[in-house]
């Protein structure tokens, strides 16, 4: 009768191989990120002195002082070049905005500091070229519109968070937060950077604002007002004030309205005939 074999036993991997291994992949991964980052600067200096994204792969090379073949063994070509640049500013500004948007008092106020800076960093800096944003983003916008949305995530996943927290506070209704917050951020963004409004036959800018109560009236109804936003507020819905006013008489008592039309009945006996249907003239 044969011995039934035993079963082979898995002998650990010693603990130094798992030290030596990691540490060799530690250093490994950190000459790649500095080489990258080495490519990602002579781009940046690239564009800065040209002014425009028009430049070669061999010359991001040679500003990097590193070899073609390094280059390829990171990138695909110059286009994923510039989605790395045109992502990490998205991800450094949305840190920024995070930050900043943190001294609101509450959800909404938060909200509001965020489209104010949003619209600000997206408005055309005078006399300042940003060709990665004006030439290069543009035209992702059309022919890769998906890599657009991924680049923008982390500044959607904040907004998203923000009306998710306003609604939760009850100052904002929202079925679909995150839809919410894309529109939002797309209406900051593209007012930022369209053309003036025009009004008879002068242009006038559209300010950050307008675009807030615009945004605000869409999450609340224009029920909700802060005081942060009461001044933009009064002046952008001042004509809901005369609404108010007009219904204000429907609501008088009977009583009232019985001792309203005895004063009326009263004057009409003191007016002659002939002048009871026409306005006094002035003195």
Do not use: N
């Given at each position: 009768?044969s011995?039934v074999?035993?079963e ?6 010693p603990?130094?191989r ?9 250093a490994?991964?950190?000459?790649a ?31 990097s002082?590193?070899?073609?073949r ?17 992502e ?41 070229q940003s060709?990665?944003?004006t030439?290069?983003?543009i ?11 991924s ?13 998710e927290?306003?609604v ?8 679909k937060?995150r839809?919410?917050a894309?529109?939002?951020m ?14 008879g ?6 300010s950050?604002e307008e675009v ?8 609340t ?8 936003t ?16 007009k ?37």
């Open positions: 009768m011995a074999p035993a082979p036993v898995e002998t650990p991997e603990a130094w798992q030290r030596a291994v990691e540490r060799s992949t530690r490994a991964k950190l000459r990120e500095q080489r990258v980052q080495r490519f990602l600067d002579a781009a940046q200096e690239l564009i800065a002195d040209k002014g425009t994204t028009d430049f070669t792969v061999q010359e991001i090379v040679e500003r002082r590193q070899s073609l390094s280059f390829y063994q990171h990138f695909d070509g110059k286009h994923e070049l510039l989605l790395a640049l045109f990490d500013a998205l991800s450094r500004s949305a840190v920024e905005i995070r930050a900043k948007a943190a001294t609101g008092r509450d959800p909404l106020e938060k909200l509001r500091i965020a489209v104010d800076l949003l619209f600000h960093s997206s408005e055309p800096k005078s006399g300042a060709p990665l944003f030439d290069f983003a035209q992702l916008l059309v022919s890769h519109p998906d890599q657009v949305a680049a923008h995530l982390p500044l959607l996943g904040f907004f998203t968070e923000l009306v927290e306003a939760e506070a009850g100052q904002a209704v929202s079925p937060p839809r919410t894309s529109l939002i797309q209406t900051a963004m593209f007012t930022a950077r369209a053309p003036s409004a025009p009004v036959a002068h242009p006038s800018p559209i950050a807030w109560a615009f945004c605000l009236g869409g999450i109804g224009g029920a909700a007002r802060t005081d942060a009461a001044d933009t507020a009064e002046e952008t819905a001042g004509a809901a004030a005369p609404v108010t006013a219904k204000a008489p429907a609501k008088r008592t009977s009583t009232a309205r019985k001792t309203a039309a005895r004063k009326t009945t009263a004057k009409s006996t003191t007016v002659e005939p002939a002048t009871a249907g026409t306005p006094r003239s002035k003195a």
